[in-house]
């Protein structure tokens, strides 16, 4: 195939030291750090030539010891180790970004690229496609997504795995033509796209071609028949606390939610969950997508006309009398805004951001209080400084066990000298994942039963499996809000047996 017809005209690869044969037990990651290049157009040996090009040293430590190696390669310096900044990844990869987004129904035809034709792929290599938007709107987080995955080639890769990438523009004729291109390389896996629409254009290509992907979506519309999606559910955070509110006693829901899709998805989920543990939604609560209307929405929830209009009576009623008993009851009164209970112990917020803050700061003015009505809330709700709210300060939420993500931060600060997007760690584990399963020895390693493996993978979002319908499975924690740091309160399962279900 002629290097004028590339997107990404030739292979990002790690060449890796030879260590001792890395164990994969019980489908559990093992890191083992070990020597490392980054490939740019060129030969795909593994000895040095002219066309190779090593990326630029870390200015700072490099990568650490990994936390479990075995054998001779583990803990070894590398030759040369990942970009230290965005700006090393886009002066090297600049000729082979697209410089016009596509129009639709037009071919889709990259720069003309002066360098050398594909090495042959050589036999026991196993490659792999990795699309994301290095151009456009989103390159900035896929630059991030590609850093986050040569981390995982460099601690989990050996010489005979190799990743292409390719720049998808953040559209979906791009997200297509790169599939080509990916296949027409040899690629037995496709790694990305990040956006859904992306996802759904590069589906029939790699169906037709047999070629499974990873996509980052949280989209499950896009997953199935041999497209895995990775991205987070909110299936899999309603169901985890919906099962440990119940465990602690509660019985008796509502539901506050935009009236968009994610809020559709979010309520039909809490539901499914609640009659799978046997619990009762007696109120779902919904506003437009725009919030302009959540003030009225959470004073209905609220049921304030009706309990405001019971305290007032009460008050009339113990006027003018001078018992102790009424003297008491109407010092009681005095500091209430309403009388009643609500019909439900606890409210699931369904929302993030500022839509969030503002239905929560909502919730005490008119009376519901978070010290008697339990707040839930999805993995919105893992943000930094999300408990400088007060009505939020306790609420319950389910994400990934916060540790192996923090460990993952660290690194990638190291590396790159900057926070990674939260998203980072899909590209990380999705790589990871790839790199581990080709060096099981199976000729067909993303078939499946490789990746559909009940007793799934530890990945740095914490243990995940793929579903036989394509969406991801995931052992997460619950956490509760604090006022600094949210803490911990139900650790995440060991694997996916110690599950509640």
């Not at 033509?177 to 027409?184: D, E, H, K, S």
């Not at 929405?297 to 305290?311: F, N, S």
């Not at 009388?339 to 239905?359: C, F, I, K, S, V």
Request: charged residues 20%.
């Amino acid at each position: 195939m002629q290097s004028s017809s590339r997107l990404f005209n030739r292979t990002t690869r790690l060449s890796s030291a030879p260590v001792v044969a890395a164990v994969f037990v019980s489908l559990i990651f093992l890191s083992a750090c070990e020597q490392n290049l980054i490939r740019l157009p060129g030969s795909m040996s593994s000895s040095n030539s002219n066309n190779t090009a090593a990326l630029p040293p870390v200015s700072g430590p490099k990568y650490p010891e990994a936390e479990t190696s075995t054998g001779a390669g583990a803990g070894t310096t590398p030759d040369a180790v990942v970009s230290n900044s965005e700006a090393d990844w886009r002066k090297m990869l600049e000729p082979y970004l697209t410089q016009e987004t596509p129009k639709l129904n037009q071919p889709v035809m990259p720069p003309a690229i002066s360098a050398p034709v594909l090495t042959p792929i050589g036999a026991g290599t196993v490659r792999a496609g990795i699309l994301l938007p290095l151009s456009g709107p989103n390159a900035p987080l896929g630059m991030a997504m590609l850093n986050a995955a040569q981390m995982a080639l460099f601690d989990f890769a050996d010489a005979d795995f190799e990743l292409l990438p390719h720049d998808t523009a953040g559209q979906p004729e791009q997200a297509s033509f790169a599939a080509t291109m990916v296949i027409g390389d040899g690629a037995s896996l496709m790694v990305g796209p990040l956006l859904s629409r992306s996802a759904h254009a590069v589906g029939p290509i790699s169906r037709a071609a047999g070629v499974p992907v990873i996509a980052f979506s949280s989209d499950s519309t896009v997953a199935g028949d041999g497209i895995y999606s990775l991205g987070f559910l909110p299936r899999n955070e309603v169901d985890r606390v919906a099962a440990f509110a119940m465990s602690q006693g509660l019985r008796r829901f509502a539901v506050l939610a935009p009236g968009d899709p994610y809020g559709e998805a979010v309520v039909e989920a809490f539901q499914a969950a609640l009659t799978r543990y046997g619990g009762t939604l007696v109120q779902v609560a919904t506003y437009h997508r725009s919030g302009a209307d959540i003030d009225g929405v959470v004073k209905e929830l609220a049921d304030y006309e009706v309990r405001r209009a019971a305290l007032l009576r009460e008050r009339k009623l113990l006027e003018g009398m001078e018992d102790e008993l009424s003297l008491n009851a109407m010092k009681r009164l005095e500091v209430m805004d309403t009388l009643g209970d609500l019909p439900y112990e606890a409210l699931l917020l369904a929302d993030g951001g500022d839509r969030l803050q503002q239905a929560a700061a909502l919730l005490p003015f008119y009376d519901i209080d978070p010290r008697k009505v339990q707040i839930l809330g999805t993995g919105q709700l893992d943000t930094p400084g999300i408990g400088a709210e007060p009505a939020l300060v306790g609420a319950w939420f389910a994400a990934p066990p916060p540790d192996a993500r923090a460990k993952f931060q660290r690194r990638y600060e190291q590396t790159y000298g900057k926070k990674p997007p939260r998203l980072a760690t899909l590209a990380y584990d999705a790589t990871a994942l790839a790199a581990v399963l080709a060096r099981s020895g199976n000729p067909y390693p993303y078939g499946p039963e490789s990746m559909q493996q009940s007793s799934g993978f530890a990945g740095r979002d914490g243990l995940f499996r793929f579903a036989p319908d394509g969406t991801a499975d995931r052992g997460l924690a619950v956490l509760q809000v604090e006022p600094r740091q949210n803490v911990v309160i139900n650790p995440s399962p060991v694997n996916f047996t110690a599950l509640v279900n």
